[in-house]
């Protein structure tokens, strides 16, 4: 397919150079202010392709994919947004304007779900850093050099990963201890590489991690999987960067060597891959033998919309990706801004899947990755005091729980599995998703 020159090359946007964006002009000096002000608590950064393809200026700061790069001002607590405002308004020092950033992001949750506490691994005595193994077949691998992307979601909770701060950083630089890592743990079939976004590696980086995971004495690992956002948000990756080609022979060594080799697209929108460059990619993609997979959160604003859904997942099927996951937006960052109650996300989920055929209900939803595990929202009780909710884990640290569901209540509006208790305070005086505790039937 003919790409236009323009699109050919990647071209970075940050918060330091959005005034020469050409469409800078097109926003309000209110939405102006914003993203100057938040983008010094929240990382930020854009590109070309997402300016001139996937925004749709005309509709400005209420487009979805604006929405879905962009800062606003609601992302921070009015007292944060005005404090970093008068230090701006001043011309404070830079390290006293870094310091009140780093201080808003302490309180903004930035490792949810026991990831440092709890999915970092030890060999021996010592930790690993750039690991995270959470359940039992799946390690999830944070190259170094895999630690950016191509653009930043706002609503991302790896949002740590880019603001700077090593101590908030997952990465690791020592491929080997990969390798040592997956010798001593048997039972792990898959793994997960993870960011930020691998893709933005070159291709060469890639294939030191992947081709030794070919060796006949790692054939129990099957499955090499790629979290990425690339296929929307720089589809130019995979059919006209320099080493695009090199990807597609790097994805076809996998298939030859008995492996899948699977793409895990994040996708929160439609119009995210609705133009000829992301389908030239799919395409590309597909005949090299990569499984395309897709999963994104619900998102206020964004995509909290069953039709929206519908046709995301009507479209995603055409085109060869297979629906996954719709997840509730995670317990960090600028959460409030985004958060659907879990009532509205399965009233959302139910009314987008029974209009879609069987082959684009694969996708599972709304599931909560949360401490414990992936846990599926699966019904809702509305009572005179307290709602119910029906959960069931998907994964879980304790395989042992899975596919068992079980009620759990809080307020109507809850939006997360912290705000969530037992049905039954008696015989369960803790929630009965702590993994200490045994799960009670149903009813």
């Not at 000829?276 to 590309?284: L, N, S, Y």
């Amino acid at each position: 397919m003919q790409v236009p020159v323009s699109e050919t090359r990647y071209r970075a946007i940050g918060a330091e150079t959005l005034s020469r964006m050409p469409e800078w002009h097109r926003l309000h000096e209110e939405t102006r202010l914003a993203l100057r002000i938040v983008a010094k608590v929240l990382p930020f950064r854009v590109n070309s392709h997402v300016t001139s393809t996937l925004i749709d200026w005309d509709c400005g700061p209420d487009d979805p994919i604006f929405r879905l790069v962009f800062p606003a001002t609601e992302m921070l607590a009015p007292s944060d947004y005005g404090h970093i405002l008068k230090l701006v308004e001043k011309d404070a020092p830079m390290a006293e304007i870094q310091s009140a950033a780093e201080n808003i992001r302490a309180h903004l949750n930035p490792h949810p779900s026991g990831q440092r506490e709890k999915n970092v691994p030890k060999v021996g005595n010592e930790h690993l850093s750039g690991f995270q193994h959470k359940y039992r077949e799946t390690v999830l691998y944070f190259p170094a050099r895999g630690q950016t992307c191509h653009a930043y979601c706002t609503f991302c909770f790896r949002w740590a990963q880019f603001v700077g701060d090593t101590s908030l950083k997952f990465a690791s630089k020592e491929a080997e201890n990969l390798r040592r890592y997956l010798h001593a743990h048997p039972d792990v079939t898959d793994v997960l590489f993870t960011g930020g976004d691998p893709m933005i590696m070159a291709t060469h980086r890639l294939a030191e991690l992947i081709d030794p995971l070919l060796e006949p004495e790692l054939d129990r690992v099957q499955n090499i999987r790629i979290g990425t956002k690339s296929l929307t948000f720089w589809p130019q990756r995979f059919v006209t960067d320099p080493d695009a080609d090199d990807f597609l022979r790097l994805v076809e060594r996998v298939t030859r060597a008995g492996r899948s080799i699977a793409i895990m697209v994040h996708l929160n929108h439609w119009r995210e891959v609705d133009n000829p460059v992301a389908h030239e990619a799919i395409r590309r993609l597909r005949d090299a033998g990569a499984v395309l997979r897709s999963q994104g959160p619900l998102l206020k604003g964004i995509n909290d919309d069953p039709e929206v859904w519908a046709r995301n997942w009507t479209d995603q099927v055409r085109l060869g990706i297979l629906p996954y996951y719709m997840f509730v937006e995670r317990d960090t960052g600028p959460r409030h801004y985004f958060e659907v109650p879990l009532r509205k996300g399965l009233e959302i989920y139910r009314d987008a899947v029974s209009t879609v055929s069987g082959l684009a209900r694969s996708a599972r939803g709304p599931v909560m990755s949360a401490d414990p595990g992936k846990l599926e929202v699966l019904d809702v009780e509305e009572g005179r005091d307290r709602t119910r909710f029906l959960l069931q884990f998907l994964q879980a640290r304790d395989p042992s729980r899975v596919r068992r569901p079980f009620w759990t209540q809080g307020d109507r509006d809850a939006t997360w599995l912290s705000q969530l208790e037992s049905c039954d305070r008696s015989t369960q005086p803790e929630r009965p998703f702590d993994a200490e505790l045994p799960l009670r039937a149903t009813r």
